[in-house]
């Protein structure tokens, strides 16, 4: 989708409107990402070439997502974690899960890494959901805002 498109998509559920902006690094000298956010809505979406390549979803503002009967926002990370693995089970071994940097979990059929966001003490889940085509190089495909410092 374009953000056009998303922006189109989201005016159903949210009145706030997409705010974009571009990055790039210091070597480019053409814009690689645009970001879309939707801050009250707890939305950050990713576009290359006009393109929706990632969305991150906020751990406290964000709207809940559920993949196969289970909440995927807000969440311990550990019971998300167990969750993944359980899944993975009954899938074909070194096909479900990898892991990014630090353990991050990622569900490579969702399409899903199980980032996390501190929330005073405390992680809480923050989906961040890519194409297929990023499973490849995960860390770069998205602008390194796009993952946790946690």
């Known amino acids: 989708m374009s953000p056009d ?9 949210t009145a706030e409107s997409q705010r974009c902006t571009r990055s790039r690094s210091a070597q480019e000298t053409v814009y690689r990402v645009e970001v879309g956010t939707y801050k009250e809505f707890g939305l950050k979406l990713y576009y290359q070439q006009q393109r929706l390549a990632g969305v991150v ?3 406290l503002r964000g709207p809940q997502v559920f ?4 909440a995927l926002v807000g969440r311990a990370p550990s019971v998300l974690e167990q969750w ?5 089970d009954g899938r074909e071994p070194g096909t479900e899960l990898s ?3 630090a353990g991050v979990p990622v569900s490579e059929s969702l399409g899903v890494v199980i980032d996390v966001q501190r929330v005073g003490d405390h992680l809480l889940t923050r989906p961040v ?3 297929s085509e990023a499973m490849d190089d ?3 495909f998205l602008p390194a ?3 946790s410092r946690c």
Do not use: G, N
């Open 129 to 131: 959901f890519v194409p």
């Open 67 to 70: 993949a196969d009967d289970t």
């Open 99 to 101: 892991c990014m940097a």
């Open 145 to 147: 805002s796009a993952w």
């Open 5 to 13: 498109e998303v922006s189109e998509a989201l005016s159903h559920v």
């Open 84 to 88: 993944l693995l359980d899944r993975a």
């Open 57 to 59: 979803v906020d751990a």
């Open 138 to 140: 995960l860390p770069h």
